[in-house]
C-alpha cells in the first residue's frame, strides 16, 4: 500500500459533479485542484449501508475542508452511471458538493495497493499536500466506517507543519 511520504499516483477518472441534467459528469485527474489539498477517500461499493453514512458525513463537512483549501474526492469501483443513479435515489446524496470518481478499471485502488480480495476498494483515505505527496493514510475494515471529524483533525495539523501532540486539535498550543 502506499503510504505517508509517497507521490500519490496520476488518475483520469470520470466523475459525478451534479444531478442536474447535462452538467452530471466530469473527468477529473490528480491536477484538476492546482495548489489545494486533497482529501481522497474510497468506499467498497455505490448502493450498500455503511458507505452512504461516510459519503453523507464528507458532504456535511465539505465547508471544513473548503475552509482549509481543501478538495474532497470520494471514489468507488462503481461507474459514474451508478454513482450517479445512487445519488439521484439516495436522499443523503443527492447534494453532495464533491465528485464521486469512478475507478471502473480499478488502477488507481490498485496502484494504491487498497483493494480488498475480493476487487473492492478497502475503506481508505488519502491527505495529499498540495505537492501530491501523502501526508495521511488510513484504511478500515469493510464493515467500520470511519470518523471524517478526525480526518478534519489531521488536516488541520498536517497545515500547521509543526510538531502536534496527542488529541491535538485547531487552537491548542503544538509542540
Known amino acids: 500500500m502506499l503510504t505517508v511520504g509517497d507521490k500519490f499516483?496520476?488518475?483520469?477518472?470520470?466523475?459525478?459533479?451534479?444531478?442536474?441534467?447535462?452538467?452530471?459528469?466530469?473527468?477529473?485527474?490528480?491536477?484538476?485542484?492546482p495548489g489545494k489539498w486533497l482529501v481522497v477517500f474510497f468506499w467498497p461499493m455505490d448502493f450498500t449501508f455503511v458507505c452512504p453514512t461516510e459519503i453523507a458525513e464528507f458532504g456535511k463537512k465539505n465547508a471544513d475542508?473548503?475552509?482549509r483549501d481543501a478538495q474532497v474526492l470520494g471514489a468507488?469501483?462503481?461507474?459514474?452511471?451508478?454513482h450517479l443513479a445512487w445519488r439521484n435515489n439516495h436522499a443523503d446524496l443527492k447534494d453532495l458538493p464533491f465528485p464521486?470518481?469512478?475507478?471502473?478499471?480499478r488502477e488507481l485502488s490498485t496502484?494504491?495497493?487498497?483493494?480488498?480480495?475480493?476487487?473492492?476498494?478497502?475503506?481508505?483515505?488519502?491527505i495529499?499536500?498540495?505537492?501530491g505527496i501523502i501526508r495521511f493514510a488510513s484504511v478500515n475494515d469493510l464493515s467500520v466506517g470511519r470518523n471524517v471529524d478526525e480526518v478534519v483533525r489531521v488536516l488541520d495539523a498536517l497545515q500547521t507543519?509543526?510538531?502536534?501532540?496527542?488529541?491535538w486539535k485547531k487552537g491548542d498550543a503544538t509542540l
Do not use: W
Open 9 to 33: 499516483p496520476a488518475f483520469n477518472l470520470n466523475s459525478v459533479v451534479s444531478i442536474e441534467p447535462k452538467s452530471e459528469f466530469k473527468t477529473i485527474s490528480q491536477d484538476s485542484y
Open 65 to 67: 475542508f473548503k475552509e
Open 76 to 82: 468507488s469501483v462503481d461507474t459514474h452511471f451508478v
Open 100 to 105: 464521486m470518481l469512478a475507478d471502473t478499471k
Open 111 to 126: 496502484t494504491l495497493g487498497i483493494l480488498h480480495q475480493d476487487g473492492i476498494p478497502l475503506r481508505a483515505t488519502f
Open 128 to 131: 495529499v499536500d498540495p505537492e
Open 161 to 167: 507543519d509543526e510538531l502536534c501532540p496527542c488529541n
